[in-house]
């Protein structure tokens, strides 16, 4: 028997390395400029530009977490297409990597900031910092209890 898919509406997420995600999901949670953004299916067309952060996408009974960078998403009555720089689940994040990046990302917005560079690149070193907490966010709630207790660990130790 075929599926029903008339209450979906089919998610594509593109990054520059790859298409993340394609399939039909009964809603999407979004993370905008504006906030998060939820979407079902027969949704009015609209454009929003995305913040880094976590989004919720709901498969049947199933609910999936993952983050993704900065981009855009366009989204019609049938589909949601995400184009961002990245998107991640929780499993493919290196705890350490994403502590380090954003200590280093502070260290260096400080830094430019206090040297008064350009107001773009300054913007370029927030967007670091933002893509770094998203991921620890990520973490902290849908992430292994390894993962969880590794960055607990970091954070006591550098914060």
């Known amino acids: 028997m075929a599926e029903d898919n008339r209450h979906k509406i089919k998610l594509i997420i593109i990054t520059p390395k ?7 999901v009964s809603s999407a949670t979004l993370p905008t ?3 998060e953004f939820g979407v079902m299916a027969g949704h009015t067309p609209f454009v929003a530009a995305l913040f880094p952060g976590i989004c919720t996408v709901r498969v049947d009974d199933e609910l999936m977490h993952f983050v993704i960078s900065e981009g855009y998403a366009e989204i019609n009555q049938r589909t949601i297409i995400i184009i961002c720089n990245s998107a991640e ?5 290196k705890v350490g990597q994403i502590f380090e990046s954003y200590r280093d990302s502070m260290a260096e917005l400080e830094r430019h900031s206090k040297e008064g560079d350009s107001q773009v690149y ?3 070193v927030r967007r670091m910092v933002d893509r770094s907490l998203a991921r620890m966010r990520l973490i902290e709630r849908y992430g292994s209890d390894i993962q969880k207790s590794r960055l607990a ?3 006591e130790e550098g914060l």
């Open 33 to 35: 400029i504006d906030g």
């Open 89 to 93: 689940w929780p499993e493919e994040i």
């Open 18 to 24: 790859k298409t993340f995600y394609e399939g039909m």
């Open 153 to 155: 660990q970091l954070k």
């Open 122 to 124: 300054v913007e370029d």
